[in-house]
């Protein structure tokens, strides 16, 4: 059995259902003891840094937030070459429920960094950079989900956010390219959030488990909502009220 | 001559002809520029301090809302005369009539707004001396900002949602090529040359010309399904 087959095995709606199911049971097991575990890394065992004080552990949640805030959207874009070459309903469905989850990881970045920033900066908002190019991709993701939902269709909704969202992909590195392009070109160096100097590893260790957290929270709030969103739209097959109990 | 070529001509001539018929379209968003940078001189008080400061920004800002705008109505007569279906089910390319469209949208909105920069630079009290590398920045970033305007025109079309959508889409993704043309300018009014700027809204020009017609082809096929 090649690959390709296997992978439209697995893609097809009743199969999706039927394995994701354990996943994301395994995936909220997983999550609270490691966002608890990770919590306590951060707010009891880490040393409060010597230059920002308690502050700096705000950092534990911003970072882990930024980095799934990019990694959401690139796994949106590789949903949605599935949704343009395969037409896969299950791609379809996956790259529609990343978007609300990826919206909420920039939202939370934004939310810390200008909480971060207002005892560090002594403002809310600075066009830093990274804040800037962070805004700008929480409008792509509001985009994307404010086109998928404005058709009627749902299917056609879901193509027309995959090319955006292709096309969103393509000048995302140039988007925080050209950001920082024009700080160094009129603010001189800006204040960046994680500073070139190493890390100490009672901060480091923090960081990392809360950013498996997030990975978790991520896969399993996504596969639920794929899994719904499949559901939904496939309520009137055999399957679904098969599964439901309501099978004739 | 190829087919795709005569596809792109016959294209860009029936767009040039069309929108001569009524001029009209194209002072609008001229004068829209315009109406703009009038509100934005009065707003800032007319000090020629603050205009100085804040005047390259307010021409760019001023650009990419009049070539949004324009953008808007890209497909709104095709749609309603059956032309767009007519381009849809044609043998010919559905991507090299819609380079021929964008470059006529671009010939007469773009390279209309780019006559109408000295004006606004006048208006706004921008240096003189940069004119050339400012119509020059300009006449790329426009056709930059149509390319990516006929993406965003494509995929909403059908959708009566309409302007508000097509600003959440399109509008940040207008950020490169404001940043770079303002680059372009606002260093070379430091007394430097504002060559990287140009570079780079060139370079994004370029790779939105190779790109987007072919996009823009996808989602209008999607939308049209």
Known sequence: ?248 | MSRELRSVTTAFRREIKLALKRPADIWLSVGFAVLVTMLFGIALGGSPNKLAAAGPAVLFTTLLLASFLAVSRMFAEDLEDGSLDQMLISPSSLTAILYGKVLAFWCLHGLSLVLATPILALLLRLDMDQLPLLLLTCTIVTLGLNLLGLVGAALTVRLRAGAMLLALIVLPLMVPLLVFGLGAVMSASQGESGIAGLALAAAETLLLLALAPAAAALGLRITSE
Not at chain 1, 60 to 84: C, E, K, N
Not at chain 1, 100 to 128: K, N
Not at chain 1, 210 to 225: G, H
Request: proline fraction near 4%; hydrophobic fraction near 55%.
């Open chain 1, 1 to 248: 059995m090649g690959f390709w087959t296997w992978l439209n095995r697995q893609g097809s709606p009743p199969r999706f259902f039927d394995w994701t199911k354990h996943w994301v049971r395994w995936c909220w097991y997983l999550f609270f003891p490691t966002l608890l575990f990770g919590l306590y890394l951060a707010l009891l065992v880490s040393p409060a840094d010597y230059l920002q004080g308690e502050s700096a552990r705000i950092m534990h949640v911003h970072v882990p937030s930024a980095w799934m805030s990019l990694t959401v959207y690139f796994i949106m874009a590789v949903q949605a070459v599935g949704v343009l070459i395969w037409r896969l309903k299950v791609c379809e469905a996956l790259m529609l429920a990343a978007a609300p989850t990826g919206a909420m990881f920039t939202a939370v970045t934004l939310l810390t960094g200008m909480l971060w920033g207002r005892p560090t900066w002594g403002t809310y908002w600075v066009w830093d950079a990274r804040l800037t190019s962070e805004l700008v991709l929480f409008f792509m993701y509001l985009g994307i989900v404010a086109l998928a939902q404005a058709y009627s269709d749902r299917r056609a909704g879901a193509r027309a956010a995959a090319v955006l969202c292709l096309v969103g992909v393509v000048q995302l590195p140039i988007i925080r390219y050209s950001v920082e392009w024009w700080n160094t070109l009129h603010q001189g160096s800006t204040i960046r959030l994680l500073g070139e100097s190493s890390i100490h590893a009672s901060m480091l260790w923090p960081l990392l488990v809360l950013t498996l957290a997030t990975k978790l929270y991520f896969l399993a709030v996504w596969l639920s909502r794929a899994r719904w969103l499949i559901v939904h739209s496939e309520r009137q097959s055999a399957w679904v009220l098969q599964r439901l109990g309501l099978a004739p």
